[in-house]
């Protein structure tokens, strides 16, 4: 009538609670995401980027709106010592299937320096298997691989010491024992009776390889001391005129 109205009153409590609940839901995850420490990203069946985590740029030095904007930089990126590898994976985590994968890569950050990632990549889909694309989570490996680089590296140098060190020794064995038998002949000699008049030279010979005997094995010491770090110093006149180069 004209002198009042109608009105219909519906309860919407519980569609009101069902929002507030999806809405704290998604402000929980999407706190949690975009918060991450490791670089993690979603990309949809046709290589388009779904959703890229601000930390990206912390790893790699372009922000999320670059990433979403190309999805092609992702992959520009990658080192291209690494760049087949990493594109045979791919295909390994490609549908059919639900593949997971895991490896350590490089990538070139804006800035052109070289990062290790562990690039951890899987298939994703829905509960009745509709394909969603494909979940990556990039973790910095950087001082992890630098430091493993540079183990192997004094591995090396290590097993390179160690194999100087045993042609030395052996180059010395050989040095030690020409003198020893030059020694040890001159003695025999005068042990069987030699003549007076060569006796003494068979005695000057025999005193010059103890002589250089006894030198190889001041050398021998002198290597060892240095290897332990208790090389000691000493003065001495040097006769110049005694050096042949």
């Known amino acids: 009538t004209s002198n009042g109205f109608v009105a219909t009153f519906t309860d919407i409590s519980e569609r009101l609670r069902v929002e507030e609940a999806l809405r704290q839901s998604e402000l929980k995850f999407r706190t949690v995401a975009d918060f991450t420490y490791d670089w993690e990203y979603w990309s949809g069946l046709d290589g388009q980027m779904i959703w890229m985590s601000p930390s990206c740029e912390r790893i790699s030095g372009y922000s999320a709106e670059e990433f979403m904007a190309d999805s092609t930089l992702v992959y520009r990126i990658v080192h291209p010592e690494d760049a087949e590898l990493f594109n045979l994976h791919l295909k390994d985590t490609a549908y059919p299937g639900l593949a ?146």
């Open 100 to 245: 997971r994968c895991s490896m350590d890569m490089r990538i070139i950050a804006r800035s052109g320096q070289v990062v290790w990632l562990n690039h951890k990549c899987e298939s994703i889909a829905r509960e009745d298997g509709t394909p969603l694309g494909r979940r990556v989570c990039n973790t910095d490996i950087t001082g992890r691989k630098r430091m493993e680089l540079a183990l192997a590296e004094a591995k090396e140098v290590a097993e390179a010491s160690s194999r100087a060190k045993g042609e030395f020794l052996a180059n010395m064995s050989h040095e030690i024992r020409t003198p020893l038998n030059g020694m040890l002949g001159m003695l025999q000699l005068l042990q069987g009776g030699a003549p007076r008049q060569e006796q003494e030279e068979y005695v000057g010979m025999a005193l010059d390889a103890g002589r250089r005997l006894l030198g190889l094995l001041n050398d021998i010491l002198d290597f060892s001391s240095m290897e332990a770090g208790r090389l000691a110093l000493h003065r001495a006149p040097l006769r110049l005129s005694l050096i042949h180069i």
